[in-house]
């Protein structure tokens, strides 16, 4: 079944300190060409029946994301799209 998936970041004016702390460690870790790095959410939502776009989007805008602060995307995804960069 496809799901919706919510993606929240910090707007690119708004400092991200975890972001920063993540950049800063990897030059320690032997990578030194990565120019920024920035922390986001990733949210899944199922729905009961077919998903619907315009109701996440509502989810997203009212509880998801904190609109002064962070912008999200909302998309559809299929189950065979899940990408897995696990070991």
């Known amino acids: 079944m496809p799901r919706v998936v919510v993606d929240v970041m910090l707007k690119p004016e708004i400092l991200d300190p975890q972001g920063q702390a993540v950049a800063n460690a990897l030059p320690r870790l032997g990578v030194n060409d990565v120019a920024s790095v920035r922390i986001g959410r990733r949210i899944e939502i199922e729905f009961t029946g077919e998903p619907d776009l315009n109701r996440a989007q509502e989810i997203a805008d009212k509880l ?24």
Do not use: C, G, K
Request: charged residues 40%.
């Open 64 to 87: 998801l994301a904190n609109p002064v602060i962070e912008d999200f995307t909302v998309r559809l995804v299929e189950d065979d799209e899940t990408v897995d960069a696990r070991r």
